[in-house]
Each structure stands twice: as structure tokens, then as C-alpha cells.
């Protein structure tokens, strides 16, 4: 068995095989593989006894339920009405200056993947992002580039901060 | 132009004394369902979460419908633009949204509980479940049986609503479900469920800890007690404060505005856009028409001054609709495109301004069509951002 495989067996073991577990199940699955595959998405459906199809139809619904593989650290800056009068376009651009990725895209070397999302809940604080599940507010330019040197130099040393 | 500070009653209940919630615990779980739903209902608490559902009705429901497994769930999908005051509850005074489930427990006979969680809050989870875990250790010593999940959400706003919240925890893609059969009857695993925003049970542990009288005397006739408000855009102190219901926007804007408010957002993307003209005429409660009709959440009020182009932050709305629609019913997956593609096409001059007045009548068949509150309620912004500032949808 592959580690996909044996991942999401032991994900089920985990949590049950009843429907009811399948988003718990598809989450974590994009915790540890950054993304949901074709294959662990027909091997989810196998575990829970349900079609793909009904995998495949959850697993699409979600935005944070990824379907490309990602990079390691998943930058969503948020782009709803109160961010986006605060400066959100000045802050993507810092981050496109500094990682050379376009919206949608991941660095070469798999460390960041740069996306937009909804609004996260910090209007008061805008403009804001998440780096995977960790906020960022009040961010202007430099801020940004701050955090994101945090991000490479931990990235470079290899840390495990999962 | 005066400024009324004073005429803004400001309040201080949810973020204070939330100590004590071992003892209210105790206490309500010895007195009876009845006395407790009628405690609530005399209260005449309303959902917080914007659709403005009688709490103490949404008990006596899932009280007397008959089953062995009942659930109360807490929503806490906070995901309309503008709000954010859920967060802040979760992390400051977690025991008082778990004591008032447990309290709603005991009074529908549930003894699951389940936290939606939002995944962008997926920081507070760890926290969150601390405060669990201490809590359910107190429910044992008092012999109260229990218990309280976590259920992450997953970036979907739509989750909000809550038969696609049910289908979310089932597994499913977070599409509403035709109502009837109510969540009280009919909800999570197809049982009676409860299911009450984060400031909804935040202020029924405020009523079980000081009588519904102390609730009911603040705010006016329909729209009692206090109300957490979001309040972010131009505005020299955003943040989240708690006010008497029923001020009028004038009064908020006096002490909220820069000065140069030109529009308030009330409720959220789904809410109404009310211009300057309007806010001597528009109190913030649930009778009149401003808050009672928009859906996933209450509280948002979102200041733009006159830098602001109405034009971008209609385009800015509608994308978020179109991004948010389940795709499940035809006039909300294909009504929020074309009002998008649409407003973008008059701004253009690809269609000439008569077309607003069909988008308008798109809107309006959204309002009567759609399936569900998303839908409904795209109109209440698109009509009132078009029709107040139809210039600047042109020019």
C-alpha cells in the first residue's frame, strides 16, 4: 500500500467509516498531502463504501478542500468589501513582487502557494491573510514582507512547524 | 452637525462575567423546561445571527417534538462580510455559549452539542476545545449529561444557512434544504436539533443570569435588549462594541462616521445599503425593514465615505455572491452571474442605463424564487446600491 493508502485507512480507523465523517476525513487528508487527489479521493470513497461521485461532489464544494496540489504554506488574502478598501491589491502585489507567483500559483520549490478568499472575519483589522491557519491583520506592505522572511528562513531550515 | 454621543446606549454584558458560569450552570439545570422557556421567551431574545427567529420558540419546538436523540448545534459559520464579533465571543467567554447550550440541553433533552466552526477560525479550535474539556468535566461532577464537538467547517460561507450546515456535518455538499420540516422537527441526522448563532446562546446565558426582565427593559418594542455590532470601513474606531437595539442610524453615525459618511451598510453584503438622506429615518432593530430580512448574520455595519466608488463595492458584493452560491437552484447560481456580468456591461456602456431597471427585475425574481436566504437577499443590496446611487453605476 502507498502512504496515500494507508493515510486515509488509518483516517477512517480513526474516525469511522460513516458518511457523517467524510469532511473530518477530507480534511485532513488535505492537512497532510496539501491537496485531494484523484486517487485519495476513490480511496475515501472505497473506506466509506459511498461512489467517488459523491467524493468528488463534496470534496469540489468546499474552497479550503483543494484539488491542485499546494505549497506548504498556503497564502489567502482576503479580498471582500472592507480589505479590499483598505489596500488589499498593494498587499497582493508585495507578496507577487517578493515569491514571483501570480494568484493561483506555487512557487517552484513548493514552499507557498498564493490564493484569494472570502472574507476572514477581520474587517476591524483590514486588510488581512492566512498563512495556512494563522492570521495576519492591519497588514500593509512591509508587514507583509516581514512575515513572509519569518516564513522563508523557517522554511529553509527545514522546520517542522505542522 | 451635533454630535450626540449620549443618544447611543451603550452596553456591557457578553464580555463580562463569565466567571460564575459553573454556578448558572447548577442552578438552571435544576429548574424546569417550563420555567426556562418561558424565562426566554418573555425575554423576547431574537436570533442574533440576522434572520431574527424567536429564540424561545426555536426551544419549546425542539422541546415538545418527540424523539430519543435530540442535537443542539451553535452556528458558528460566521462568514457575512462585515462580521466579527462570533470570533471575539468564542475567544473571550467561551463558557457562556457552552453553558447556554448545555441549558438548552436540558430543556429540549439533547445530550450532544456540536460547535460549527469555521475553518478560518481554525486557530480558535484548539482553545475552543480546552474550554470544552473543562467544561465537560464540571457537566460530569453535577451529573448533567453533556457533551460538546467540534465540527469544522470548510470555507464555504453558504454553511451559515442552517439546513446546509446540517448536510455540511453529514457530509454533503453545504446545498439548503426545502423548509418545511424545520431544524426544531426536523434537522442534523434528520432529529430535532437547536440550532442558535454564537451571540444568540451568549445572551440567553446573559437572561439565565439576570432574568428576562434585566434583558427585556433594554432596547425598545419588538427589538429587545442588547446587540453586538461589527463596525469596520471608514471609520476612525472599527471594532466591536455592544449597543442597545433600536438607535437610529443618524446617532450611529454621529459617533461612529469620519465625518464625511456618505453610506452605511447594514447587515452585511446581504443587507441594505441606506445613504445619507435615509439615516435620520432608519432605526436599527428587527421591525423595521433593515435587519430582519438579511440572513447569515446580524450586526455588520460597514461605513463608506465619499472617496467610495458605490460601483466597486456593488461589483465587490456580487462577486462574492457568485463566488458563495451553492449552484444549487437556477435563479441564485445564475441570477448572481449575470447581475455581475450585468453591472460590468452597463458600467462599460455596453448596454445602456435601461438595463439596470432588467437587472433590477432580476434581482426581484431572485427575492421570490431562490431557495434560500442567499438568494432572497441579493436584492436587498443590489436594489438599494442602484437605485441610491444609480449615477455612479453609469458614469
Not at chain 1, 467509516?17 to 492537512?31: D, G
Not at chain 1, 478542500?65 to 472592507?82: A, N, P, S, W
Not at chain 2, 442534523?188 to 436539533?193: D, E, L, R
Not at chain 2, 437547536?194 to 446573559?206: D, F, G, P, Q, W
Amino acid at each position: 500500500m502507498d502512504t496515500s493508502t494507508t493515510l486515509i485507512k488509518n483516517l477512517a480507523d480513526q474516525y469511522g467509516r460513516s458518511r457523517n465523517n467524510l469532511l473530518p476525513i477530507l480534511q485532513s487528508v488535505v492537512k497532510q498531502e496539501k491537496y485531494l487527489s484523484e486517487l485519495s479521493m476513490i480511496t475515501i470513497a472505497k473506506e466509506l463504501d459511498i461512489s467517488a461521485s459523491e467524493v468528488y461532489g463534496t470534496a469540489t464544494f468546499y474552497s479550503f478542500l483543494e484539488h491542485q496540489k499546494m505549497g506548504r504554506y498556503i497564502i489567502r488574502v482576503c479580498k471582500t468589501i472592507t480589505c479590499s478598501m483598505k489596500g488589499k491589491n498593494q498587499i497582493l502585489l508585495a507578496i507577487q513582487d517578493m515569491l514571483k507567483i501570480d494568484i493561483g500559483e506555487t512557487t517552484p520549490d513548493g514552499t507557498f502557494s498564493l490564493l484569494q478568499t472570502n472574507c476572514l472575519g477581520f474587517c476591524h483589522k483590514a486588510p488581512t491573510m492566512l498563512i495556512n491557519n494563522d492570521v495576519y491583520t492591519e497588514l500593509t506592505p512591509e508587514k507583509v514582507r516581514e512575515v513572509l522572511s519569518g516564513y522563508l528562513a523557517k522554511a529553509k531550515e527545514g522546520e517542522n512547524d505542522e | 452637525m451635533m454630535n450626540n454621543t449620549n443618544q447611543l446606549k451603550r452596553a456591557d454584558f457578553i464580555f463580562k462575567n463569565e466567571n460564575d458560569w459553573k454556578e448558572i450552570l447548577a442552578k438552571n439545570i435544576k429548574r424546569s423546561q417550563q420555567v426556562l422557556i418561558n424565562e426566554l421567551i418573555s425575554s423576547e431574545l431574537k436570533g442574533r445571527g440576522g434572520a431574527g427567529f424567536p429564540t424561545g420558540l426555536k426551544w419549546k419546538l425542539s422541546a415538545e417534538a418527540e424523539s430519543e436523540i435530540k442535537y443542539v448545534i451553535c452556528n458558528a459559520d460566521e462568514g457575512e462580510p462585515g462580521t466579527f464579533k462570533d470570533r471575539e465571543i468564542l475567544s473571550l467567554v467561551p463558557f457562556k455559549v457552552l453553558t447556554a447550550m448545555a441549558i438548552c440541553g436540558h430543556v429540549v433533552g439533547a445530550k450532544e452539542g456540536f460547535i460549527y466552526l469555521r475553518g478560518e477560525y481554525f486557530f480558535l479550535k484548539s482553545s475552543l476545545n480546552q474550554a470544552i474539556s473543562e467544561f465537560e468535566e464540571y457537566c460530569k461532577t453535577i451529573h448533567l449529561d453533556f457533551s460538546v464537538k467540534i465540527f469544522m467547517g470548510s470555507g464555504a460561507y453558504i454553511c451559515g444557512e442552517e439546513t446546509a450546515l446540517f448536510e455540511s456535518m453529514e457530509g454533503k455538499r453545504g446545498e439548503p434544504r426545502n423548509k418545511p420540516p424545520y431544524p426544531a422537527i426536523s434537522g442534523y441526522m434528520n432529529k430535532p436539533t437547536v440550532i442558535n448563532n454564537v451571540e444568540t446562546l451568549a445572551h440567553a446565558y446573559t437572561i439565565f443570569t439576570y432574568g428576562a426582565k434585566r434583558f427585556y427593559d433594554l432596547g425598545v418594542q419588538y427589538s429587545r435588549g442588547t446587540k453586538l455590532f461589527s463596525v469596520s470601513g471608514d471609520t476612525p474606531k472599527p471594532g466591536i462594541y455592544e449597543l442597545e437595539l433600536g438607535m437610529s442610524l443618524t446617532d450611529f453615525v454621529n459617533d461612529f462616521g469620519d465625518g464625511d459618511t456618505k453610506a452605511v451598510q447594514v447587515g452585511g453584503a446581504s443587507g441594505f445599503l441606506v445613504p445619507r438622506k435615509r439615516f435620520a429615518e432608519t432605526n436599527i432593530g428587527y421591525q423595521g425593514k433593515l435587519t430582519g430580512i438579511s440572513l447569515p448574520t446580524g450586526g455588520s455595519m460597514m461605513l463608506f465615505n465619499s472617496s467610495r466608488s458605490m460601483y466597486n463595492v456593488l461589483d465587490n458584493y456580487l462577486e462574492f455572491f457568485r463566488e458563495e452560491s451553492c449552484g444549487q437552484c437556477t435563479p441564485c447560481r445564475v441570477g448572481c452571474q449575470q447581475l455581475w456580468i450585468g453591472i460590468k456591461a452597463v458600467k462599460s456602456g455596453e448596454k445602456n442605463a435601461l438595463y439596470l431597471e432588467k437587472l433590477l427585475r432580476l434581482s426581484e425574481t431572485m427575492q421570490w424564487t431562490s431557495k434560500c436566504g442567499l438568494g432572497q437577499s441579493v436584492a436587498n443590496s443590489f436594489s438599494s446600491i442602484v437605485e441610491n446611487f444609480r449615477e455612479e453605476m453609469i458614469y
